[in-house]
Structures are given as structure tokens and as C-alpha cells.
């Protein structure tokens, strides 16, 4: 938990959480972040999430702007994630479903080639590792758009080099945090 950044109060409740569960028999092994959101109440999971991502989403372009209750509620969205190794989690020219935090492991994006009507590779990767952000594009479109009729398409081919732990606010939640202004204040004739 140390290694995430996370505060000692928050080590103390999740601790609690885990005790309160009778889950303590391997509290050395390695535990994923679905696991232990499992076990903590709605209440420590929020402060978990906060812990961990709120110092990184300020940091991110689109959202420096933002106050920080709009900040919290984006945590309040984020959702843990689990990829295997290999797993493809975006494939460029399909819709961007979400954008990612990474916690822990790595993923390569690439863009790819097209070369007589067929996808290749290119030799070009980026590699995205813990605490980098991944089709964070769409809060810029959801801070523009009209009416959320034109979800945007991932550029970029994104696989996991090895397991990877992220948060994730999807692109439903994102809808929902505009449309409740939220975040992203807008006028009252955009439609939806």
C-alpha cells in the first residue's frame, strides 16, 4: 500500500476492513486491487481511490482547470480494473470505452500501419507504466461535445506486456459527471 502512496489512516481502514473480513491468514501475499475493493465498505474504497489518483488527475492536461470537489467526484467513479498479460485493451479505430490509470504493470500503444488494406504492427511503442494515463482524450471530448452522439475512436493499439492493475472512469460515467455538471460546466442547451 505504501508503494501506491497510500496514507496511513487509509492503511489503518483497509487493515480494519480486512480483519472485519477474517481475511488476514495471507495479508503478505500478493493481493489485486479487485480483491481488496472487495472487502472494504464504499466508504474506505473511496478513500483508497482518492489516495492513490487524486495527486495524478491533477496533473492531467485536461482537468488542471478543474476545482477540486469536481476532482472527487471523478474518484468517486473510478473503478478498479484487471488485464492479463497480452490482453488487448484498446484496438485503434474502435471506440474509446475508457480512460485508464495504471497502478501497476505495463502496456505498449501503438499506431498501426496500414499497408495494402491490411493492419500491421509498427516497430514504434510507446510503453505506459505505473501512474500514466491512457486514452485520457476522452475527457476532451466530453468537455466539447454536444451530444455525446460522437464518441471518439482510439488512435492507438494498447496491450498489457504483463498484468496490469488500473482505475478506470468509463466513458458512461464520464457522460454521467457532464450531464450532471459535475464536471465540465456547460450550458443548458447542450443536448444529450
Not at 500500500?1 to 489512516?9: E, L, P, R, T
Not at 466508504?43 to 496533473?59: F, P, Q, S, V, Y
Not at 476545482?67 to 498479460?85: H, R, S, T, V
Amino acid at each position: 500500500m505504501k508503494m501506491h502512496g497510500i496514507s496511513n489512516d487509509t492503511v489503518g481502514k483497509i487493515l480494519g476492513g480486512i480483519r472485519e473480513n477474517k481475511l488476514e491468514k495471507n495479508i503478505d501475499g500478493e493481493v489485486d486491487v479487485n480483491y481488496i475493493f472487495s472487502v472494504l465498505n464504499e466508504d474506505t474504497r473511496g478513500i483508497m481511490r482518492h489516495d492513490i489518483c487524486w495527486e495524478k488527475l491533477k496533473n492531467v492536461k485536461e482537468l488542471r482547470t478543474i476545482n477540486d470537489q469536481a476532482l472527487g467526484k471523478i474518484c468517486q467513479y473510478l473503478k478498479p480494473k484487471m488485464f492479463e498479460e497480452n490482453a488487448q485493451v484498446f484496438e485503434a479505430g474502435q471506440p474509446l470505452n475508457a480512460m485508464l490509470y495504471i497502478i501497476t504493470g505495463s502496456m505498449q500503444a501503438y499506431m498501426p500501419i496500414r499497408a495494402a488494406g491490411e493492419a500491421c504492427p509498427s516497430t514504434s511503442f510507446e510503453t505506459l507504466e505505473k501512474g500514466m494515463f491512457v486514452g485520457e482524450q476522452l475527457l476532451d471530448w466530453a468537455a466539447k461535445t454536444k451530444t455525446f452522439y460522437d464518441q471518439p475512436v482510439s488512435f492507438k493499439t494498447v496491450r498489457c506486456v504483463e498484468k496490469v492493475e488500473a482505475f478506470a472512469l468509463t466513458v458512461n460515467d464520464l457522460k454521467t459527471l457532464v450531464v450532471s455538471r459535475d464536471i465540465f460546466q456547460r450550458s443548458s442547451k447542450s443536448e444529450v
